[in-house]
């Protein structure tokens, strides 16, 4: 194994000054490192950052000693800075892929239009804060549209394309819903409420244990039904350790096996995802109206895909298997499991503490034993 390349001095160029932030990584030109690149002066105003090799960044001073200093006030509007700063990403920054470039551009996009119009001077916390009251969407969605301005407007102020000093605050978290766990009653009464492939991927979560999105995504290639023991081949979570996290995930459901039989049957020669009758964009959200609907239908409260999972992994430790088997069937450690997906209903804590008998519970009654003689 080769010596990690050593870490660059700090470069100067005319008014600049440049400085390793991270790295190495490997490239096509060599070993790149990240360069914050800063003015000279009491202020140190913010010029660039990204990756680059130590010979290019010389050419790359050379190129922006003619951009600095910025024009001052440059932006008049909030939607002038998100325009300017996704410029800059698009055109400076190589360590911006086009998956996040793409995030960033829907992010702004929502901004501008709530936010675009406000003058930079007018903009004030108040604003911020009110923002979830103008866009209907999850509090994660807010909180990362209202990041995405904040270092748009960092860097529009480093560059002193701005000067109006703004604090961000942290929006406040939406209270979370209850995660409720059904009961097998109640999946047997939503089952019966669904029809089409709606009914098949309820059926076919409820039958593996599996996400949502490993049954979605499930393509016949990876269904083995002519096995001795049936069995599907699913892509489980990625992590950093396990970036292809294959399993195979046996089949005991019959009503799931037939359902499978019957779909395939239904086409001479199936290819593709099982699933095909609706695209991917619009399967999520079709199946949260259909869930909506069908537990309103039979009397149960709301629950999701996920929570099947729950109710899967509360069956399977309600057995008595070993938690280790179970975690690895659900693709989860025993740690996870426990944490975020163990649900103890109120009667199995009744159950515990009846057998627990904890507290004194008294003596029991001595009989004397006479002997005869």
């Not at 010596?3 to 440049?18: D, E, G, I, Q, Y």
Request: charged content about 25%.
């Amino acid at each position: 194994m080769g010596r990690k390349p050593t870490r660059p001095a700090p470069v100067s160029f005319s008014n600049l000054r440049a400085s390793v932030q991270r790295g190495p990584r490997d490239s096509a030109t060599g070993v790149e490192w990240y360069w914050r690149v800063r003015r000279h002066g009491s202020d140190r105003k913010f010029v660039w950052s990204g990756w680059a090799s130590r010979r290019s960044l010389d050419s790359r001073l050379v190129e922006l000693s003619g951009t600095v200093p910025a024009v001052a006030n440059a932006c008049e509007t909030v939607k002038d800075v998100l325009e300017l700063y996704l410029g800059y990403l698009r055109t400076s920054r190589d360590d911006v892929n086009e998956p996040t470039l793409r995030k960033y551009k829907h992010e702004a996009k929502a901004l501008v239009t709530h936010l675009g119009p406000v003058k930079v001077g007018a903009l004030s916390k108040r604003d911020l804060l009110a923002y979830p009251s103008l866009r209907k969407q999850s509090s994660r969605t807010h909180q990362a549209e209202i990041d995405l301005l904040r270092r748009a407007w960092t860097w529009a102020s480093d560059t002193e394309l701005i000067s109006h000093p703004l604090k961000f605050p942290r929006l406040p978290a939406a209270a979370k819903r209850p995660k409720y766990v059904p009961e097998e009653a109640e999946i047997e009464a939503v089952l019966q409420q669904l029809g089409g492939w709606m009914h098949f991927q309820v059926l076919m979560v409820w039958a593996t244990g599996c996400r949502q999105a490993a049954i979605i995504g499930l393509t016949w290639e990876n269904v083995h039904l002519d096995a001795p023991d049936p069995y599907l081949r699913v892509l489980g979570k990625r992590t950093k350790k396990d970036k292809h996290p294959w399993r195979n995930v046996v089949l005991t459901s019959p009503q799931a096996i037939a359902a499978l039989r019957t779909r395939r049957g239904e086409k001479p020669n199936p290819t593709g995802r099982v699933i095909d009758e609706v695209t991917l964009g619009t399967l999520k959200s079709a199946t949260s109206r259909a869930m909506t609907k069908a537990c309103s239908s039979a009397g149960c409260p709301r629950w999701t895909l996920h929570g099947l999972r729950r109710a899967g992994i509360n069956k399977a430790l309600r057995a008595g298997i070993d938690p280790a088997a179970v975690a690895a069937h659900f693709g989860h450690s025993a740690l996870v499991m426990y944490r975020h997906y163990r649900t103890v209903p109120e009667g199995e804590q009744r159950e515990a503490g009846r057998r627990a008998r904890l507290g004194p519970q008294g003596r029991g009654t001595v009989i004397p034993v006479q002997f005869t003689q």
